[in-house]
Structure formats: structure tokens, C-alpha cells
């Protein structure tokens, strides 16, 4: 089950139709978070079912980070026990200690964390955001060390960072997840 917390995003991604405001406007599309009281009653729903649900998937189009109420939805969610595992995407831009502390202790399965750059630089260029390079992989470090049972997936593309710099998205990520792909 697909759930998106916020249809918003931080980043302005030259590759992501999310990131095109004017084009979203033109359609309509709504940009904002999820309600609690809306996800509350998604879960009540799910509940009906007669088995679980194989995955509850908190994300769809938007950064669910951009919700301040991500981690409550995941432990309502948990409690449950209509789900057997729960994950989010995200571009961890946002991610820090607190909001890594409440996912982790909300009991959150698996976190997949998608890289748009392998410095501030190439990020600034793919998402028309300016990020503190170091914050941002320090942020990664300290979510890995307290992960618990979470599983911590990190991810990009080649058309993303380059084919010449894929290595270095391995030496500068691989120790900090436990499984990283491109």
C-alpha cells in the first residue's frame, strides 16, 4: 500500500515532475502533507482486511520528510498490525538527529535514502538546493549508528552523479548503510 505523506518536496529536481510548480499548478495537483486524522483513517481501513498488508510504503511523490508527522504515522501503523513491514523514501535532506531518533524509535523497517549528488555542488545542480555537504553525510552516519533493526538502503543513478564517479559514491557511502546500489 502506497501512501504518500506529503506530495511536497524540498528539492526542485530537474528529472522530477514534482519539483515543476508551475506545470503542478496547471494540472491542479496538490501539493501539501497528509493530514493525521486522513492517515488514521487509511489505517483503520486496513485493518478490515483479512490479512495483513505486505508492505505500507510512506511514500509516493513528495519528500516525506517535508511531513512533521511522518514518525507518528509509522508508529500508528505499527500498532496496528495490519503491515508486515513499513518503509519510506527519501532524500534525507532533511533527515537529523531528532527526526532519525523518532523513525527509528517508531519502529520503521527500512528507509531507502536516494543520493542526488556526491557533493554540494552537484546537488545544487540536480535539485536547485543548496545543502551543507557534511551535515548531510553526517546526518546518514548518525541515522545508521542508531538503526536498530531498521535496514538502511542508499541508492543513486549514473546519469545522476556521472559514470566516472561511481566509486567515489561507494567509498563515500557504502560504510553507511547496509546495502547501496547504482
Known sequence: ???????????????????????????GRFQ??????????????????ETSIKVLRLY???????NKHLAEMVQIAKKSGCF???????????????????????GIDLINI?????DSEQFLHFTKAKIDFDKFIENINYLFTIKGNCKLVIKTTKEIIG???IQEFYDKFGGLCDVIGV
Open 1 to 27: 500500500l502506497f501512501v504518500d505523506p506529503s506530495s511536497a518536496c524540498n528539492f526542485k529536481c530537474t528529472f522530477c515532475p514534482t519539483g515543476d510548480l508551475p506545470l503542478l499548478k496547471s494540472i
Open 32 to 49: 501539501g502533507t497528509l493530514k493525521l486524522p486522513d492517515f488514521e483513517k487509511i489505517v483503520s481501513d486496513a485493518q478490515e482486511f
Open 60 to 66: 509516493k511523490d513528495g519528500e516525506p520528510l517535508v
Open 84 to 106: 508486515e513491514a513499513i518503509d519510506t523514501t527519501t532524500n534525507a535532506a532533511l533527515l537529523n538527529h531528532e527526526r532519525s531518533e523518532r523513525l527509528i524509535e517508531a
Open 114 to 118: 536516494s543520493i542526488d549528488g556526491l
Open 163 to 165: 559514470v566516472d564517479r
